[in-house]
């Protein structure tokens, strides 16, 4: 994961899917929504695999192949206070009885893809950045939001790759996107994106779930993590 200051955390995590996915009306929910434990100096903290989070982000949406609404969690952990270094983890929370690596790559492509580059330049508004909030349309704009989404839905593996197959869907995704980006997003330098990063979140590439610590970031009742 890439260090970065806290105000732009929630900026870098974008799910796509093929299929419309359908955004909760649910605030954002934070550590007081799953009990976070208190450290030494009376600070919240999330333990989860090796992150240790000081700060985390929840949200919640719907796809097409869960009855259940889905949870993405966003972990911020400090690497250097001094220096105001940042980690961030995300995690993806499931439904016990939603096995997404088992689901065939025919069915429905689920992908996370990560601007890190826009992170860096996107903003909520707020006079201090490192306590502002806002969503996806406060920081980089409506139009801007609409137009990945239509990208995305229109993205064909087949017409990307062309004769060359060595691209699963999700890294021809993120490099479609990654040199094409829309009009509307302005904040995008020569309408192309910097630093994209794409992860399956279908089919056997999906990473194993995290075994459960002292914190479980997702507001989902017994959901499961990856």
Excluded at 20 to 40: G, K, R, T, Y
Excluded at 96 to 109: G, I, M, T, W, Y
Excluded at 153 to 166: T, V
Aim: glycine share 6%; with cysteine; hydrophobic share 35%.
């Amino acid at each position: 994961m890439t260090p970065n200051s806290p105000c732009s955390t929630f900026l870098t995590g974008v799910l796509v899917a093929l299929s419309l996915i359908q955004p909760s009306v649910a605030q954002l929910s934070s550590c007081d929504a799953v009990n976070c434990l208190l450290d030494e100096y009376n600070k919240p903290t999330c333990s989860v695999g090796n992150t240790t989070a000081q700060a985390i982000g929840i949200s919640n949406f719907s796809i097409p192949i869960s009855s259940q609404e889905l949870t993405w969690t966003v972990a911020v952990q400090s690497l250097n206070e001094t220096q105001s270094t940042f980690e961030r983890d995300f995690f993806l929370g499931t439904p016990a009885d939603l096995n997404l690596k088992a689901r065939s790559s025919l069915e429905l492509q689920v992908c996370a893809i990560f601007f890190n580059g826009a992170a860096n330049k996107a903003s909520f508004p707020g006079d201090d950045p490192e306590y502002s909030q806002g969503t996806c349309d406060d920081a980089l704009a409506t139009s801007c939001v609409n137009d990945i989404h239509d990208q995305a839905q229109a993205f064909r593996l087949e017409d990307y790759n062309g004769s060359n197959k060595s691209n699963s869907f999700c890294e021809g995704l993120g490099k479609a996107l990654s040199i094409e980006a829309p009009q509307s997003c302005t904040i995008a330098s020569g309408h192309e994106w910097s630093d994209v990063e794409a992860r399956p979140l279908t089919g056997s590439d999906v990473p194993d779930l995290l075994q459960k610590s002292n914190c479980t970031p997702t507001t989902g009742h017994n959901y499961a993590l990856t």
